[in-house]
């Protein structure tokens, strides 16, 4: 007897560069590719680094080869037009049974490609809070537009579900919300061999405070370093290392580390492949970002086993319980969080029950077992086009 033909997933996303959502959709293919369906990806330009991942985990990968990025206006619509058109076509050709868009250009693409038909249905992935979109004037009017054709929205957080609702006016019983999930087995505690250790300079008994983010404003590393400054000058040592491409904050926050007199206490490694190590180097984990969606680097330090201080923005007191499995602060407070980070650094009885309780939920809440889970289950009733609670459910599926 022949074996089922599995329903086939076009997963829409604008690159495969490393970052959060391109690492969420390598992960659920490998979760549920080639077992419970088949994968197909497709991006707008060049492929990226994750894309022989992506293979090896028995997806296809398509480019759109629409090059380019440009902020006049004309330039964006000619390509939101070779886009669609491109789209088009990979539709007809791949026939898939359902579109999972990511992120707003390949969720405009992925709408718009299927008109006037509004076939196969169509989920849209919600995976940041509307403030930092919101400067560009045209976003709301898009959003709700993508919001209106998609058959589903999936939220990764209650906040982004609820920023979507307020600020986009989403139908509320068309909003699912389901975690990120972290991969528990790349990530765990445990020190790693001291050859990176010594790679990166990092001086031998002295406390390291870790922090992977890309260089953007809102990720607040200006507002560690303030606090590092604080903690200097409480004579506390430590070492404090960043993780992360370069973006808009690097010069500012690399010239306040030298008027600080932080140069000897602070690496900066760039952007690296093997941030399961590097975490695993840090004593305490460091998120002093302004907003956030669900953030995964919270999820791979809390998989670490790290003691975590992190703001209380967006989805992260979804994912931390103050005082329980981390230290939460306000945004944009470098006193509050030296103070926090100043607890962790003193108390290691205190840092070892956060860490474990961190680990503890990582495993038993953000697992990629339970994240494909609730994935496969909504794929499965888009397909089959089941509707009432199950799909409309509003609450938390975690």
Same mark, same amino acid.
């Given at each position: 007897?022949?074996?089922?033909?599995?329903?086939?997933?076009?997963?829409?996303?604008?690159?495969?560069?490393?970052?959060?959502?391109?690492?969420?959709?390598?992960?659920?293919?490998?979760?549920?590719?080639?077992?419970?369906?088949?994968?197909?990806?497709?991006?707008?330009?060049?492929?990226?680094?994750?894309?022989?991942?992506?293979?090896?985990?028995?997806?296809?990968?398509?480019?759109?080869?629409?090059?380019?990025?440009?902020?006049?206006?004309?330039?964006?619509?000619?390509?939101?037009?070779?886009?669609?058109?491109?789209?088009?076509?990979?539709?007809?050709?791949?026939?898939?049974?359902?579109?999972?868009? =990511?992120?707003?250009?390949?969720? /405009? #693409?992925? &709408? +718009? %490609?299927?008109?006037?038909? $509004?076939?196969? @249905?169509?989920?849209?992935?919600?995976?940041?809070?509307?403030?930092?979109?919101?400067?560009?004037?045209?976003?709301?009017?898009?959003?709700?537009?993508?919001?209106?054709?998609?058959?589903?929205?999936?939220?990764?957080?209650?906040?982004?579900?609820?920023?979507?609702?307020?600020?986009?006016?989403?139908?509320?019983?068309?909003?699912?919300?389901?975690?990120?999930?972290?991969?528990?087995?790349?990530?765990?505690?445990?020190?790693?061999?001291?050859?990176?250790?010594?790679?990166?300079?990092?001086?031998?008994?002295?406390?390291?405070?870790?922090?992977?983010?890309?260089?953007?404003? =809102?990720?607040?590393?200006?507002? /560690? #370093?303030? &606090? +590092? %400054?604080?903690?200097?000058? $409480?004579?506390? @040592?430590?070492?404090?290392?960043?993780?992360?491409?370069?973006?808009?904050?690097?010069?500012?926050?690399?010239?306040?580390?030298?008027?600080?007199?932080?140069?000897?206490?602070?690496?900066?490694?760039?952007?690296?492949?093997?941030?399961?190590?590097?975490?695993?180097?840090?004593?305490?984990?460091?998120?002093?970002?302004?907003?956030?969606?669900?953030?995964?680097?919270?999820?791979?330090?809390?998989?670490?086993?790290?003691?975590?201080?992190?703001?209380?923005?967006?989805?992260?007191?979804?994912?931390?319980?103050?005082?329980?499995?981390?230290?939460?602060?306000?945004?944009?407070?470098?006193?509050?969080?030296?103070?926090?980070?100043?607890?962790?650094?003193?108390?290691?009885?205190?840092?070892?029950?956060?860490?474990?309780?961190?680990?503890?939920?990582?495993?038993?809440?953000?697992?990629?077992?339970?994240?494909?889970?609730?994935?496969?289950?909504?794929?499965?009733?888009?397909?089959?086009?089941?509707?009432?609670?199950?799909?409309?459910?509003?609450?938390?599926?975690?």
């Amino acid at each position: 007897m022949s074996a089922p033909v599995l329903p086939r997933v076009l997963v829409a996303i604008n690159t495969l560069e490393i970052g959060g959502a391109e690492r969420q959709v390598l992960e659920t293919c490998r979760a549920l590719g080639e077992r419970e369906f088949r994968f197909d990806v497709v991006t707008t330009g060049e492929e990226g680094p994750l894309a022989a991942d992506l293979r090896q985990a028995g997806a296809r990968v398509h480019s759109l080869r629409v090059g380019g990025r440009g902020s006049v206006r004309s330039r964006r619509l000619l390509r939101l037009v070779r886009s669609v058109l491109r789209y088009r076509s990979l539709l007809k050709e791949l026939q898939p049974d359902l579109i999972h868009a =990511y992120l707003p250009e390949m969720s /405009v #693409v992925s &709408a +718009a %490609a299927r008109w006037p038909r $509004r076939r196969p @249905p169509l989920v849209v992935s919600k995976r940041t809070l509307v403030r930092w979109m919101a400067r560009d004037p045209i976003y709301f009017p898009i959003a709700r537009w993508i919001n209106r054709r998609a058959d589903v929205l999936l939220a990764n957080s209650e906040a982004v579900r609820q920023d979507a609702i307020g600020k986009e006016g989403a139908d509320p019983e068309r909003i699912r919300v389901i975690h990120n999930g972290v991969n528990t087995e790349r990530f765990f505690p445990g020190r790693p061999e001291g050859a990176l250790a010594r790679q990166l300079g990092l001086p031998p008994g002295v406390p390291v405070i870790g922090m992977v983010a890309n260089f953007f404003g =809102y990720k607040g590393h200006a507002d /560690v #370093v303030e &606090a +590092a %400054a604080i903690l200097r000058g $409480r004579g506390l @040592p430590f070492t404090l290392l960043f993780v992360g491409r370069e973006g808009d904050a690097s010069e500012g926050v690399r010239r306040r580390v030298r008027e600080a007199g932080l140069t000897e206490s602070v690496l900066f490694s760039g952007p690296r492949s093997e941030v399961p190590d590097l975490l695993r180097l840090c004593d305490v984990y460091v998120s002093a970002s302004h907003e956030e969606g669900f953030s995964n680097s919270i999820l791979e330090a809390m998989a670490s086993g790290l003691a975590i201080v992190a703001t209380s923005v967006g989805g992260t007191p979804e994912q931390i319980g103050d005082n329980t499995s981390g230290l939460l602060v306000p945004p944009g407070d470098p006193e509050r969080l030296a103070a926090a980070l100043s607890r962790l650094l003193l108390d290691g009885g205190l840092r070892s029950r956060l860490a474990a309780a961190a680990r503890e939920d990582a495993v038993q809440r953000f697992s990629l077992e339970r994240l494909a889970e609730r994935v496969a289950a909504l794929y499965r009733d888009v397909i089959l086009g089941k509707s009432g609670p199950r799909l409309h459910s509003t609450g938390v599926s975690d």
